[in-house]
């Protein structure tokens, strides 16, 4: 066998200058030979922690080996018995946080971990192309509903059709994927992806309705009466605004709406679709976050001549990912690090002028354990803009809790669900992903629709025999 | 898909569609709206619901031209199908029977209005209604409004039908001569702000309902937010009904013309491909 390379195994990518002006992904994915390539570095760990560090656990070893020995149904079908959407997790897992942050060759001082997600995007796209053999079956073990069709309800769903239920997904929007279709930009996403990995889990016999607000166009009360359980996964999907002055002037949005319009809505390709997004020439991002690098990046590939990020932390702190800060980079995103916005400036007719922000220093730590930031006094400067977006984060959407007022909430309003079991304070209601822990990561609420879905067969099945008896 | 059954002109660039949308008819009150999207290019327009037919399962939907998703959605056929329907969305009137009430609608939003004169007339209300427009074409609804009034006022600005003169007039009449518990005001912003302020002179109580941008209809992006009494709320979940003297109204004014030139570009490019297509 060939020498391990130190490094992973470069994936092509469309140069900065190209892609910060159009909306294609920015990674083009490994050839057969390429994945082999890097497959080959893999040192087959028994016990491999990669496996552990993984929140739905897959098999990682195992399809690595398949791609090794260039068997792609073997390692697409390995793949799938862990999860139900491959093509996203690959892409926007944050890898070097999870399984690749274990990987005991990139323990090794001078080698790199084995690009994990990478491969697991070859396998999941070769599969794409595939066609489609499943045949649509209706589970009879009991009817299941999921509120939201999100990475956490799909994965739900996937899991349930799998163990024999009959489930119907309810989406208030008019198409399916929550944040994988509303949020998550094209260029890191491309959005045929998320239809095509959609599409694999409806040919499975997951049924999905559109345009269906729960609490409003069906209230809890039917699901509850209608189904033998549900799993709410409706995320934390309502923005956050800081609140300070201006925040209500032309030109300052919420990340939220700045993201849906482009993406969900195809903002960028107005007029072809209808929706329009704004022109502008001076961005400013408030935050720090992988929405924030979102926000930006699609401002810059708008048209906008600068484009910086606002962020009251350091580099250090900042929660984005890794290779997302450096694709901003490239793309010529600016940096204001450690600021912090207090006014939003009006031109006297409405519009955003310019954001008036101060300088921070870093205190003792919090309960978080980062740094505090602290205003230093008299610091203030501004910067020009025509254009803000606070990407500060997001809350817990009240429309279905509000009609639901039975189901106990914690204390920072997201549902107070058990996290091992996802039971929540109603007999066969469950919950999981970020309405129950707050604004988190697309793999950690698959991780917690796959325990609702076993948990839920659980209660089904024990419900059915309490009842025989 | 969610078929047209039936589609109808009322007036000059003012058209009213039946939508088959079971779910929502069975659901929705008075004051509470639908977001539609035409085709899948299509963007997502809020509309209120101005009546259902439970049984029927459809929705009634009334709107004026006055973009490219509205002159589009006025092609639309019955028999022919929008892509999506969504609803019912906001929170509904606070229908309850508070003696004498008076409700205000100009143009358009006396279809707005409509199911609310309804709502308060069936709870045992003593309804007085003022309706206003441009002209006697324009002013929709008029017998459906006077079924559910005790009162009906038509007001026209050229004076082609009722009285010559502005909503806010008729209203300082009635509150010269009557008690009134509550009013309602819906129609385009800057009447539903003097509204308020005649309102307010007479020391009533006023809700407005606000249809500011909104784009998901259901509290996750806040492009319809709106200051009322000096805190941010989503029209689309907290609304679309305020207390009028709560209302920013020169912000909710300003931030209605966000898109203006946009709005433009696909309106001119619309009637481009429309007149092309001969």
Same mark, same amino acid.
């Given at each position: 066998?060939?020498?391990?390379?130190?490094?992973?195994?470069?994936?092509?990518?469309?140069?900065?200058?190209?892609?910060?002006?159009?909306?294609?992904?920015?990674?083009?994915?490994?050839?057969?030979?390429?994945?082999?390539?890097?497959?080959?570095?893999?040192?087959?760990?028994?016990?491999?922690?990669?496996?552990?560090?993984?929140?739905?656990?897959?098999?990682?070893?195992?399809?690595?080996?398949?791609?090794?020995?260039?068997?792609?149904?073997?390692?697409?079908?390995?793949?799938?018995?862990?999860?139900?959407?491959?093509?996203?997790?690959?892409?926007?897992?944050?890898?070097?946080?999870?399984?690749?942050?274990?990987?005991?060759?990139?323990?090794?001082?001078?080698?790199?971990?084995?690009?994990?997600?990478?491969?697991?995007?070859?396998?999941?796209?070769?599969?794409?192309?595939?066609?489609?053999?499943?045949?649509?079956?209706?589970?009879?073990?009991?009817?299941?509903?999921?509120?939201?069709?999100?990475?956490?309800?799909?994965?739900?769903?996937?899991?349930?059709?799998?163990?024999?239920?009959?489930?119907?997904?309810?989406?208030?929007?008019?198409?399916?994927?929550?944040?994988?279709?509303?949020?998550?930009?094209?260029?890191?996403?491309?959005?045929?992806?998320?239809?095509?990995?959609?599409?694999?889990?409806?040919?499975?016999?997951?049924?999905?309705?559109?345009?269906?607000?729960?609490?409003?166009?069906?209230?809890?009360?039917?699901?509850?009466?209608?189904?033998?359980?549900?799993?709410?996964?409706?995320?934390?999907?309502?923005?956050?605004?800081?609140?300070?002055?201006?925040?209500?002037?032309?030109?300052?949005?919420?990340?939220?709406?700045?993201?849906?319009?482009?993406?969900?809505?195809?903002?960028?390709?107005?007029?072809?679709?209808?929706?329009?997004?704004?022109?502008?020439?001076?961005?400013?991002?408030?935050?720090?976050?992988?929405?924030?690098?979102?926000?930006?990046?699609?401002?810059?590939?708008?048209?906008?001549?600068?484009?910086?990020?606002?962020?009251?932390?350091?580099?250090?702190?900042?929660?984005?990912?890794?290779?997302?800060?450096?694709?901003?980079?490239?793309?010529?995103?600016?940096?204001?690090?450690?600021?912090?916005?207090?006014?939003?400036?009006?031109?006297?007719?409405?519009?955003?002028?310019?954001?008036?922000?101060?300088?921070?220093?870093?205190?003792?730590?919090?309960?978080?354990?980062?740094?505090?930031?602290?205003?230093?006094?008299?610091?203030?400067?501004?910067?020009?803009?025509?254009?803000?977006?606070?990407?500060?984060?997001?809350?817990?959407?009240?429309?279905?809790?509000?009609?639901?007022?039975?189901?106990?909430?914690?204390?920072?309003?997201?549902?107070?669900?058990?996290?091992?079991?996802?039971?929540?304070?109603?007999?066969?209601?469950?919950?999981?992903?970020?309405?129950?822990?707050?604004?988190?990561?697309?793999?950690?609420?698959?991780?917690?629709?796959?325990?609702?879905?076993?948990?839920?067969?659980?209660?089904?099945?024990?419900?059915?025999?309490?009842?025989?008896? | 898909?969610?078929?047209?059954?039936?589609?109808?002109?009322?007036?000059?660039?003012?058209?009213?569609?039946?939508?088959?949308?079971?779910?929502?008819?069975?659901?929705?009150?008075?004051?509470?709206?639908?977001?539609?999207?035409?085709?899948?290019?299509?963007?997502?327009?809020?509309?209120?619901?101005?009546?259902?037919?439970?049984?029927?399962?459809?929705?009634?939907?009334?709107?004026?031209?006055?973009?490219?998703?509205?002159?589009?959605?006025?092609?639309?056929?019955?028999?022919?199908?929008?892509?999506?329907?969504?609803?019912?969305?906001?929170?509904?009137?606070?229908?309850?029977?508070?003696?004498?009430?008076?409700?205000?609608?100009?143009? /358009?939003?006396?279809?707005?209005? =409509?199911?609310? +004169?309804? &709502?308060?007339?069936?709870? *045992?209300?003593? $309804?007085?209604?003022?309706?206003?427009?441009?002209?006697?074409?324009?002013?929709?609804?008029?017998?459906?409004?006077?079924?559910?009034?005790?009162?009906?006022?038509?007001?026209?600005?050229?004076?082609?039908?009722?009285?010559?003169?502005?909503?806010?007039?008729?209203?300082?009449?009635?509150?010269?001569?009557?008690?009134?518990?509550?009013?309602?005001?819906?129609?385009?912003?800057?009447?539903?702000?003097?509204?308020?302020?005649?309102?307010?002179?007479?020391?009533?109580?006023?809700?407005?309902?606000?249809?500011?941008?909104?784009?998901?209809?259901?509290?996750?992006?806040?492009?319809?937010?709106?200051? /009322?009494?000096?805190?941010?709320? =989503?029209?689309? +979940?907290? &609304?679309?009904?305020?207390? *009028?003297?709560? $209302?920013?109204?020169?912000?909710?004014?300003?931030?209605?013309?966000?898109?203006?030139?946009?709005?433009?570009?696909?309106?001119?490019?619309?009637?481009?491909?429309?007149?092309?297509?001969?």
């Amino acid at each position: 066998m060939a020498k391990r390379s130190y490094t992973k195994t470069p994936m092509r990518e469309q140069s900065p200058e190209i892609r910060n002006q159009n909306f294609d992904e920015v990674a083009l994915g490994y050839s057969l030979e390429e994945g082999q390539l890097e497959a080959s570095r893999c040192l087959q760990c028994k016990n491999a922690p990669c496996i552990t560090n993984c929140p739905v656990m897959i098999d990682i070893p195992g399809f690595i080996k398949a791609i090794e020995e260039g068997d792609m149904p073997l390692a697409y079908e390995i793949l799938s018995r862990y999860t139900n959407l491959p093509a996203i997790c690959g892409r926007v897992c944050p890898q070097e946080k999870q399984c690749e942050m274990v990987c005991r060759l990139g323990r090794s001082k001078k080698f790199e971990p084995v690009a994990i997600g990478k491969l697991e995007r070859l396998v999941a796209d070769w599969a794409l192309e595939q066609p489609i053999d499943y045949k649509e079956v209706t589970g009879d073990k009991g009817r299941v509903a999921v509120i939201g069709s999100g990475p956490s309800g799909l994965t739900a769903a996937g899991d349930l059709v799998k163990l024999g239920y009959d489930v119907t997904v309810y989406e208030a929007l008019h198409a399916p994927g929550g944040v994988l279709t509303y949020g998550i930009p094209e260029f890191r996403l491309p959005k045929r992806i998320v239809k095509k990995e959609i599409d694999r889990i409806v040919a499975q016999g997951v049924k999905i309705e559109t345009n269906v607000v729960v609490g409003k166009t069906i209230t809890m009360d039917e699901i509850i009466t209608d189904f033998d359980a549900c799993y709410l996964s409706v995320g934390a999907g309502a923005p956050r605004f800081q609140g300070i002055k201006g925040t209500s002037l032309n030109g300052v949005y919420s990340s939220s709406e700045y993201l849906t319009r482009v993406n969900l809505m195809h903002g960028y390709q107005f007029p072809e679709y209808d929706t329009p997004v704004q022109k502008s020439k001076n961005v400013v991002v408030i935050g720090g976050g992988n929405v924030a690098m979102d926000a930006a990046r699609s401002a810059k590939r708008l048209g906008a001549d600068k484009v910086s990020i606002v962020y009251r932390r350091s580099l250090e702190e900042l929660p984005a990912r890794e290779e997302e800060y450096h694709h901003s980079v490239e793309e010529g995103i600016e940096y204001h690090w450690l600021s912090n916005p207090i006014e939003y400036i009006d031109d006297g007719e409405g519009r955003l002028k310019a954001v008036k922000c101060v300088q921070m220093e870093l205190g003792e730590p919090d309960e978080s354990g980062r740094r505090r930031p602290i205003v230093i006094p008299g610091s203030e400067f501004i910067i020009e803009a025509d254009t803000a977006i606070e990407a500060i984060g997001q809350g817990a959407n009240k429309v279905l809790l509000d009609t639901f007022p039975e189901l106990a909430l914690n204390k920072w309003g997201y549902i107070d669900a058990d996290e091992e079991t996802s039971a929540t304070s109603i007999p066969g209601v469950f919950a999981g992903g970020d309405i129950v822990t707050g604004a988190a990561t697309v793999i950690l609420a698959m991780g917690a629709g796959k325990i609702a879905a076993n948990e839920i067969d659980q209660y089904i099945q024990k419900t059915r025999q309490e009842q025989l008896v | 898909m969610f078929k047209v059954l039936e589609r109808k002109e009322l007036a000059p660039t003012e058209y009213e569609i039946l939508v088959e949308a079971p779910r929502i008819a069975k659901k929705a009150q008075p004051g509470q709206f639908v977001i539609l999207r035409i085709d899948e290019q299509g963007e997502r327009i809020p509309l209120t619901v101005v009546d259902t037919d439970k049984e029927a399962g459809w929705v009634r939907l009334i709107f004026q031209v006055i973009g490219k998703s509205t002159a589009q959605l006025a092609t639309v056929m019955a028999g022919e199908a929008l892509m999506d329907i969504v609803g019912p969305l906001g929170k509904a009137t606070d229908i309850e029977n508070y003696g004498t009430v008076l409700l205000v609608g100009g143009g /358009v939003g006396i279809a707005a209005l =409509f199911p609310i +004169v309804k &709502g308060l007339k069936e709870a *045992g209300n003593h $309804v007085i209604t003022i309706l206003g427009a441009k002209n006697k074409d324009l002013l929709i609804l008029q017998e459906e409004c006077a079924k559910y009034s005790d009162e009906l006022i038509l007001m026209t600005d050229d004076g082609s039908v009722g009285q010559k003169g502005l909503v806010t007039q008729a209203m300082e009449d009635v509150f010269k001569r009557e008690e009134i518990s509550m009013a309602w005001a819906i129609g385009p912003s800057i009447m539903m702000k003097f509204c308020t302020i005649t309102a307010q002179k007479y020391d009533v109580s006023i809700y407005v309902s606000l249809n500011p941008i909104m784009i998901d209809g259901t509290g996750m992006c806040g492009g319809c937010r709106v200051t /009322v009494a000096d805190s941010i709320k =989503f029209a689309c +979940v907290d &609304g679309p009904e305020f207390l *009028g003297e709560e $209302v920013d109204w020169d912000e909710f004014v300003n931030r209605m013309q966000q898109y203006r030139p946009e709005e433009l570009t696909a309106n001119e490019r619309y009637e481009k491909q429309v007149s092309s297509n001969g």
